[in-house]
T-cell receptor, first 118, second 114 residues
Framework: GAVVSQHPSWVICKSGTSVKIECRSL??????MFWYRQFPKQSLMLMAT?????????EQGVEKDKFLINHASLTLSTLTVTSAHPEDSSFYIC??????????????FGPGTRLTVT | AQKVTQAQTEISVVEKEDVTLDCVYE???????LFWYKQPPSGELVFLIR??????QNEISGRYSWNFQKSTSSFNFTITASQVVDSAVYFC???????????FGSGTKLNVKP
Protein backbone atom coordinates (compact mmCIF):
# COMPACT_ATOMS: atom_id res chain seq x y z
CA GLY A 1 0.00 0.00 0.00
CA ALA A 2 0.91 3.66 -0.32
CA VAL A 3 3.14 4.98 2.43
CA VAL A 4 3.38 8.53 3.70
CA SER A 5 6.11 9.55 6.10
CA GLN A 6 6.53 12.60 8.26
CA HIS A 7 9.65 14.05 9.74
CA PRO A 8 10.23 14.68 12.51
CA SER A 9 7.85 12.47 14.46
CA TRP A 10 8.09 14.83 17.39
CA VAL A 11 9.76 18.14 18.03
CA ILE A 12 10.16 20.51 20.94
CA CYS A 13 10.99 24.10 20.21
CA LYS A 14 11.18 27.37 22.04
CA SER A 15 8.59 30.06 21.66
CA GLY A 16 9.42 32.42 18.83
CA THR A 17 11.35 29.95 16.73
CA SER A 18 10.22 28.31 13.48
CA VAL A 19 9.74 24.63 12.89
CA LYS A 20 9.56 22.78 9.59
CA ILE A 21 7.65 19.52 9.22
CA GLU A 22 8.12 17.35 6.14
CA CYS A 23 5.56 15.10 4.55
CA ARG A 24 6.74 12.61 1.96
CA SER A 25 4.96 10.08 -0.20
CA LEU A 26 7.44 7.23 -0.31
CA UNK A 27 6.19 4.97 -3.06
CA UNK A 28 3.84 7.11 -5.07
CA UNK A 29 3.48 10.58 -6.50
CA UNK A 30 1.03 12.96 -4.95
CA UNK A 31 -0.15 16.10 -6.68
CA UNK A 32 -2.22 16.93 -3.67
CA MET A 33 -1.30 16.75 -0.02
CA PHE A 34 -3.34 17.83 2.95
CA TRP A 35 -2.34 19.16 6.34
CA TYR A 36 -4.44 18.52 9.42
CA ARG A 37 -4.15 19.61 12.99
CA GLN A 38 -5.34 17.61 15.95
CA PHE A 39 -5.56 18.98 19.46
CA PRO A 40 -5.43 16.50 22.36
CA LYS A 41 -8.53 14.35 22.49
CA GLN A 42 -10.06 16.21 19.60
CA SER A 43 -10.76 15.58 15.99
CA LEU A 44 -8.66 16.33 12.94
CA MET A 45 -9.19 19.72 11.41
CA LEU A 46 -8.11 20.39 7.85
CA MET A 47 -5.68 23.29 7.77
CA ALA A 48 -4.80 23.49 4.10
CA THR A 49 -4.63 21.72 0.80
CA UNK A 50 -1.25 21.68 -0.84
CA UNK A 51 -0.94 21.31 -4.59
CA UNK A 52 2.37 20.66 -6.27
CA UNK A 53 3.72 23.73 -7.99
CA UNK A 54 1.04 26.12 -6.77
CA UNK A 55 0.01 27.99 -3.67
CA UNK A 56 -1.71 26.14 -0.91
CA UNK A 57 -5.37 26.65 -0.21
CA UNK A 58 -5.99 27.44 3.42
CA GLU A 59 -9.13 26.75 5.39
CA GLN A 60 -10.96 29.61 6.98
CA GLY A 61 -9.33 30.73 10.19
CA VAL A 62 -5.90 29.33 9.40
CA GLU A 63 -3.19 31.98 9.27
CA LYS A 64 -1.31 31.72 6.00
CA ASP A 65 1.66 33.69 7.24
CA LYS A 66 2.02 31.55 10.30
CA PHE A 67 1.65 28.16 8.67
CA LEU A 68 3.73 28.24 5.51
CA ILE A 69 3.16 25.35 3.15
CA ASN A 70 5.40 24.45 0.27
CA HIS A 71 4.73 21.59 -2.13
CA ALA A 72 7.92 21.65 -4.17
CA SER A 73 7.73 18.21 -5.71
CA LEU A 74 5.33 15.36 -6.29
CA THR A 75 6.62 13.58 -3.23
CA LEU A 76 7.27 16.32 -0.72
CA SER A 77 5.24 18.95 1.06
CA THR A 78 6.49 20.98 4.00
CA LEU A 79 4.67 22.85 6.73
CA THR A 80 6.61 25.55 8.53
CA VAL A 81 5.21 26.92 11.74
CA THR A 82 6.69 30.39 12.00
CA SER A 83 7.27 32.21 15.28
CA ALA A 84 5.77 29.32 17.16
CA HIS A 85 3.88 29.89 20.39
CA PRO A 86 2.68 27.42 23.01
CA GLU A 87 -0.83 27.49 21.55
CA ASP A 88 0.62 26.04 18.34
CA SER A 89 1.47 22.87 20.23
CA SER A 90 -0.48 20.15 18.56
CA PHE A 91 -0.36 16.95 16.53
CA TYR A 92 0.08 17.73 12.85
CA ILE A 93 -0.90 15.09 10.32
CA CYS A 94 -0.43 15.13 6.58
CA UNK A 95 -2.12 13.02 3.96
CA UNK A 96 -1.63 12.49 0.26
CA UNK A 97 -3.55 11.24 -2.71
CA UNK A 98 -1.94 8.89 -5.18
CA UNK A 99 -1.65 10.50 -8.61
CA UNK A 100 -2.14 7.16 -10.33
CA UNK A 101 -5.45 6.44 -8.65
CA UNK A 102 -7.62 8.73 -10.73
CA UNK A 103 -10.84 7.51 -9.21
CA UNK A 104 -9.52 6.94 -5.74
CA UNK A 105 -10.97 8.82 -2.88
CA UNK A 106 -8.54 7.52 -0.39
CA UNK A 107 -6.13 9.75 1.37
CA UNK A 108 -3.06 8.08 2.79
CA PHE A 109 -2.19 9.52 6.14
CA GLY A 110 1.24 10.08 7.60
CA PRO A 111 2.08 9.04 11.15
CA GLY A 112 1.85 12.59 12.45
CA THR A 113 4.26 15.04 14.06
CA ARG A 114 3.82 16.10 17.64
CA LEU A 115 4.92 19.68 18.16
CA THR A 116 5.49 21.08 21.62
CA VAL A 117 6.33 24.73 21.97
CA THR A 118 7.83 25.73 25.31
CA ALA B 1 -22.88 22.31 5.50
CA GLN B 2 -20.99 19.09 6.03
CA LYS B 3 -20.92 17.68 9.50
CA VAL B 4 -20.13 14.40 11.18
CA THR B 5 -21.35 13.64 14.67
CA GLN B 6 -20.02 10.90 16.88
CA ALA B 7 -22.07 11.27 20.01
CA GLN B 8 -20.18 8.63 21.98
CA THR B 9 -17.07 10.24 23.41
CA GLU B 10 -15.78 7.14 25.14
CA ILE B 11 -16.93 3.54 25.44
CA SER B 12 -15.57 0.85 27.70
CA VAL B 13 -16.28 -2.81 27.16
CA VAL B 14 -14.90 -6.08 28.37
CA GLU B 15 -13.10 -8.30 25.92
CA LYS B 16 -15.37 -10.46 23.75
CA GLU B 17 -18.27 -8.07 24.03
CA ASP B 18 -19.76 -6.61 20.87
CA VAL B 19 -19.67 -2.85 20.54
CA THR B 20 -21.26 -0.42 18.09
CA LEU B 21 -19.84 2.99 17.35
CA ASP B 22 -22.36 5.49 16.06
CA CYS B 23 -21.86 8.00 13.29
CA VAL B 24 -24.41 10.48 11.99
CA TYR B 25 -23.63 12.80 9.13
CA GLU B 26 -25.07 15.85 7.41
CA UNK B 27 -24.52 16.83 3.82
CA UNK B 28 -26.37 18.46 0.98
CA UNK B 29 -24.39 16.56 -1.63
CA UNK B 30 -26.04 13.71 -3.46
CA UNK B 31 -22.69 12.07 -4.03
CA UNK B 32 -20.46 11.69 -1.02
CA UNK B 33 -18.22 9.20 0.70
CA LEU B 34 -18.06 7.93 4.22
CA PHE B 35 -15.05 6.53 6.00
CA TRP B 36 -13.98 4.97 9.24
CA TYR B 37 -10.45 5.32 10.57
CA LYS B 38 -8.76 3.87 13.61
CA GLN B 39 -6.20 5.90 15.54
CA PRO B 40 -4.20 3.79 18.00
CA PRO B 41 -2.15 5.45 20.74
CA SER B 42 0.76 5.78 18.33
CA GLY B 43 -1.28 8.37 16.47
CA GLU B 44 -1.20 7.03 12.95
CA LEU B 45 -4.57 6.86 11.25
CA VAL B 46 -5.49 3.45 9.94
CA PHE B 47 -8.02 3.28 7.14
CA LEU B 48 -10.83 0.80 7.79
CA ILE B 49 -13.52 1.34 5.19
CA ARG B 50 -15.03 3.75 2.70
CA UNK B 51 -18.56 3.79 1.34
CA UNK B 52 -20.09 5.88 -1.40
CA UNK B 53 -23.53 7.33 -1.08
CA UNK B 54 -25.01 5.02 -3.69
CA UNK B 55 -23.95 1.84 -2.01
CA UNK B 56 -26.10 1.06 0.98
CA GLN B 57 -25.07 -2.54 1.27
CA ASN B 58 -23.81 -3.43 4.67
CA GLU B 59 -20.30 -4.78 4.79
CA ILE B 60 -18.58 -7.31 6.96
CA SER B 61 -14.85 -7.77 7.25
CA GLY B 62 -13.86 -10.29 9.85
CA ARG B 63 -15.00 -8.98 13.21
CA TYR B 64 -15.88 -5.60 11.74
CA SER B 65 -19.19 -4.70 10.17
CA TRP B 66 -20.71 -1.47 8.97
CA ASN B 67 -24.35 -0.44 8.67
CA PHE B 68 -25.04 2.40 6.26
CA GLN B 69 -28.54 3.86 6.32
CA LYS B 70 -29.20 6.90 4.18
CA SER B 71 -32.68 7.29 5.60
CA THR B 72 -31.22 8.13 8.97
CA SER B 73 -27.90 9.53 7.69
CA SER B 74 -26.01 7.04 9.76
CA PHE B 75 -22.95 4.91 9.18
CA ASN B 76 -22.46 2.79 12.25
CA PHE B 77 -19.53 0.51 12.95
CA THR B 78 -19.77 -2.70 14.94
CA ILE B 79 -16.90 -4.72 16.35
CA THR B 80 -17.88 -8.26 17.23
CA ALA B 81 -16.07 -10.11 19.99
CA SER B 82 -13.90 -7.13 20.82
CA GLN B 83 -10.25 -7.58 21.69
CA VAL B 84 -7.83 -5.49 23.70
CA VAL B 85 -6.03 -4.57 20.48
CA ASP B 86 -9.19 -2.85 19.32
CA SER B 87 -8.60 -0.15 21.93
CA ALA B 88 -8.15 3.07 20.02
CA VAL B 89 -9.93 6.21 18.94
CA TYR B 90 -12.21 5.66 15.98
CA PHE B 91 -13.09 8.44 13.60
CA CYS B 92 -15.93 8.60 11.15
CA UNK B 93 -15.35 10.96 8.22
CA UNK B 94 -17.30 12.40 5.33
CA UNK B 95 -15.84 13.46 2.01
CA UNK B 96 -17.42 15.44 -0.81
CA UNK B 97 -17.49 13.97 -4.30
CA UNK B 98 -14.21 15.68 -5.13
CA UNK B 99 -12.60 13.60 -2.43
CA UNK B 100 -10.58 16.53 -1.27
CA UNK B 101 -12.20 17.75 1.88
CA UNK B 102 -12.57 15.33 4.71
CA UNK B 103 -14.83 16.21 7.59
CA PHE B 104 -14.01 14.20 10.64
CA GLY B 105 -16.23 13.44 13.57
CA SER B 106 -14.92 14.11 17.05
CA GLY B 107 -13.97 10.49 17.51
CA THR B 108 -14.98 7.75 19.89
CA LYS B 109 -12.42 6.35 22.26
CA LEU B 110 -12.90 2.63 22.70
CA ASN B 111 -11.41 0.93 25.73
CA VAL B 112 -11.47 -2.84 25.63
CA LYS B 113 -10.57 -4.33 28.98
CA PRO B 114 -9.25 -7.87 29.40
Amino acid sequence: GAVVSQHPSWVICKSGTSVKIECRSLDFQATTMFWYRQFPKQSLMLMATSNEGSKATYEQGVEKDKFLINHASLTLSTLTVTSAHPEDSSFYICSARDLREVYSYEQYFGPGTRLTVT
Amino acid sequence: AQKVTQAQTEISVVEKEDVTLDCVYETRDTTYYLFWYKQPPSGELVFLIRRNSFDEQNEISGRYSWNFQKSTSSFNFTITASQVVDSAVYFCALSDDNFNKFYFGSGTKLNVKP
